[in-house]
Nanobody
């Protein structure tokens, strides 16, 4: 059974930083692309960033380029995905979801197979 468990969300002032983590288990995640999506109230879930299964390719939404950094740790079959978020803005507020899919990175959330339960990020102005 695939499990993705996010942590690290919270309340932060504009300009601050947060680091999200996603612990992945249940598959050989070295064969999976992994990513972060977010959803604000009343809006559709949107792509934030993703990393290829090799770790050599990363993609970012224009709105977070230069502020957010995705990384992945694969140690002793333990896979952890991270999202370092700096210079946070109120428009970054939303529920952040970790996701995984076999194959290449794609932006469309409908093409991702596995999801975590989400962690809330709130940025106050």
């Amino acid at each position: 059974q695939v499990q993705l468990v996010e942590s690290g969300g919270g309340l932060v002032q504009a300009g601050g930083s947060l680091r999200l983590s996603c612990a992945a288990s249940g598959r050989t995640f070295s064969q999976y692309a992994m990513g972060w999506f977010r959803q604000a109230p009343g809006k559709e879930r949107e792509f934030v960033t993703a990393i290829a299964q090799t770790g050599a390719y990363m993609s970012y939404a224009d709105s977070v380029k230069g502020r957010f950094t995705i990384s992945i740790s694969r140690v002793n079959a333990k896979n952890t995905l991270y999202l370092q978020m700096n210079s946070l803005k109120p428009e970054d507020t939303g529920a952040y979801y970790c996701a995984a899919r076999p194959g290449v990175v794609v932006n469309d959330p409908n093409h991702w197979d596995y999801w975590g339960q989400g962690t809330q990020v709130t940025v106050s102005s």
